[in-house]
T-cell receptor, first 113, second 116 residues
Framework: AQTVTQSQPEMSVQEAETVTLSCTYDTSESDYYLFWYKQPPSRQMILVIRQEAYKQQNATENRFSVNFQKAAKSFSLKISDSQLGDAAMYFCAYRRTGNQFYFGTGTSLTVIP | GAVVSQHPSRVICKSGTSVKIECRSLDFQATTMFWYRQFPKQSLMLMATSNEGSKATYEQGVEKDKFLINHASLTLSTLTVTSAHPEDSSFYIC????????????FGPGTRLTVT
């Protein structure tokens, strides 16, 4: 089974600053997707950003960007200009097309005003 | 994006009783849905894959007789926790796969189950 590792259980960032959340994964497949999900206290899973493994270009969504290193099996999330509403649990996830997600253990992000 | 609903959002039941949780895809037909469980401050763990018109596939360690899954239509999958015990208290989340959008998956809002 695929494994996803998030080595930072907790992170904090000053409002308006930048923070990077780390994620590594293990797979023998070449075609897959990687995701970052945000889970606020409501527990609803909110898609932050996704990356197709076949694309070399790093995905970007407004203040959120990833650093995808396929050979190193690394997929970090950078949040720029952090806002109070960014505070949440962040999960890195791996998925093959049509199949189930494999989630990391999560990183709890605190944004300090 | 597509909408997936779950009902109920919260449920409290007594030990030994059964409780049913519904997962519905509201604007697409989902031939496959997935059920996850999340304990407090932990990650989501896949319990089973629910396929319309066939038996669910359970992950190792998940008791299929305790967690009954029925995917009777293309828009509805149900998870029934039978003879619930306090250790079954958890947050249950479903996701539905949309074959019309490159098999993208969408999460429901989750159901918090408390067994007393």
């Amino acid at each position: 089974a695929q494994t996803v590792t998030q080595s930072q259980p907790e992170m904090s960032v000053q409002e308006a600053e930048t923070v990077t959340l780390s994620c590594t994964y293990d797979t023998s497949e070449s075609d897959y997707y990687l995701f970052w999900y945000k889970q606020p206290p409501s527990r609803q899973m909110i898609l932050v950003i996704r990356q197709e493994a076949y694309k070399q270009q790093n995905a970007t969504e407004n203040r959120f960007s990833v650093n995808f290193q396929k050979a190193a099996k690394s997929f970090s999330l950078k949040i720029s200009d952090s806002q109070l509403g960014d505070a949440a649990m962040y999960f890195c996830a791996y998925r093959r097309t049509g199949n189930q997600f494999y989630f990391g253990t999560g990183t709890s992000l605190t944004v300090i005003p | 994006g597509a909408v997936v609903s779950q009902h109920p959002s919260r449920v409290i039941c007594k030990s030994g009783t059964s409780v049913k949780i519904e997962c519905r895809s509201l604007d697409f037909q989902a031939t496959t849905m997935f059920w996850y469980r999340q304990f407090p401050k932990q990650s989501l763990m896949l319990m089973a894959t629910s396929n319309e018109g066939s038996k669910a596939t359970y992950e190792q360690g998940v008791e299929k007789d305790k967690f009954l899954i029925n995917h009777a239509s293309l828009t509805l999958s149900t998870l029934t926790v039978t003879s619930a015990h306090p250790e079954d208290s958890s947050f249950y989340i479903c996701s539905a796969r949309d074959p019309g959008h490159s098999y993208e998956q969408y999460f429901g809002p989750g159901t918090r189950l408390t067994v007393t």
